[in-house]
């Protein structure tokens, strides 16, 4: 049964505590009861909340180990908090606004919980796109000298994949790649799109090899609205266009968001997002940050 609060007010009071906060991970992690990750055995005694220790190999083990609320510095309420506010919000929230919201001292410690729930965005294992999808290009970033097309310095380049639905748009994909050759686009579109669909593209030679219906150029309108959309978004909710470095997580919430527009229950969202956060291994600040480039 999918369990979540319906309005603010009801999030406020089913997760007034830590405890509670714990008892819902517990519920989404082990739906069907706890389950040893050490040796899958169901056996266990309850230390408390969000902690036990299996019968078989003495394993303790927490709700919160494995996954990305692991050494969490902050508590859980917070996170519960951030994820609420990403998914009620229909544009999203900047961290500006997250870390005022929750009262956090330091810009990094939201900007890298924010960065943290996008990783979740994405679910593992996730299907392809099939059938007939539209694929093109998009640079961003703002204005900067030099070329413009697909030779442009200074900004990212985005490939795009849409499935074609006849009326209406169908899932997306969005994917930074180094340059418009082929060696950066046949990759990128084989792990988004499924074998033997009809990919549609512009005459462009870094697509040659692709089973693909050529159309011309500019008379892919569905990865143009996408593009429209994706650059409307980042600078209304991003105030502008993230690093090259960190680009892919922007790209994974507004998938996250797009694929999910249409949907009736928007705090159902917040069940949809704990229900694959429970489900991701911890990503550490440090993987985060990175190298920039």
Not at 14 to 31: S, T
Request: charged share 25%; glycine share 8%.
């Amino acid at each position: 049964m999918e369990d979540y609060p319906k309005n603010m007010l009801e999030f406020e009071d089913r997760f007034a505590n830590e405890e509670a906060c714990r008892e819902y991970l517990c519920q989404m992690r082990w739906p069907d009861g706890f389950i040893c990750p050490k040796c899958n055995h169901k056996e266990f005694w309850f230390i408390k909340i969000g902690l036990y220790r299996c019968k078989r190999c003495k394993f303790r083990a927490s709700v919160t180990a494995g996954i990305i609320f692991q050494d969490a510095r902050i508590p859980l309420r917070l996170w519960f908090c951030a994820v609420w506010q990403v998914v009620t919000q229909k544009h999203g929230i900047s961290t500006l606004g997250l870390q005022k919201i929750l009262g956090l001292k330091r810009y990094e410690t939201t900007w890298i919980l924010l960065h943290k729930l996008r990783t979740a965005m994405v679910r593992p294992g996730r299907d392809r796109l099939m059938g007939t999808v539209e694929v093109d290009e998009t640079y961003i970033g703002g204005k900067h000298p030099g070329k413009r097309g697909r030779g442009a310095e200074g900004k990212s380049l985005v490939i795009i994949a849409v499935e074609d639905k006849g009326n209406r748009l169908g899932r997306i994909r969005l994917h930074k790649v180094k340059n418009a050759s082929a060696q950066s686009l046949i990759p990128a579109i084989k792990e988004c799109v499924e074998p033997n669909s009809e990919v549609r593209t512009d005459g462009w030679s870094g697509y040659i090899g692709l089973p693909s219906a050529n159309v011309g150029e500019n008379l892919l309108p569905l990865t143009n609205r996408v593009a429209a959309l994706l650059k409307r978004w980042l600078q209304g909710t991003h105030q502008g266009s993230p690093r090259f470095y960190y680009l892919d997580y922007y790209l994974d919430e507004f998938v996250f968001r797009f694929i999910r527009r249409t949907s009736p229950w928007r705090r159902k969202l917040f069940y949809r997002l704990i229900q694959q956060a429970v489900n991701i291994e911890p990503v550490k600040g440090k993987h985060i940050r990175g190298v920039q480039h």
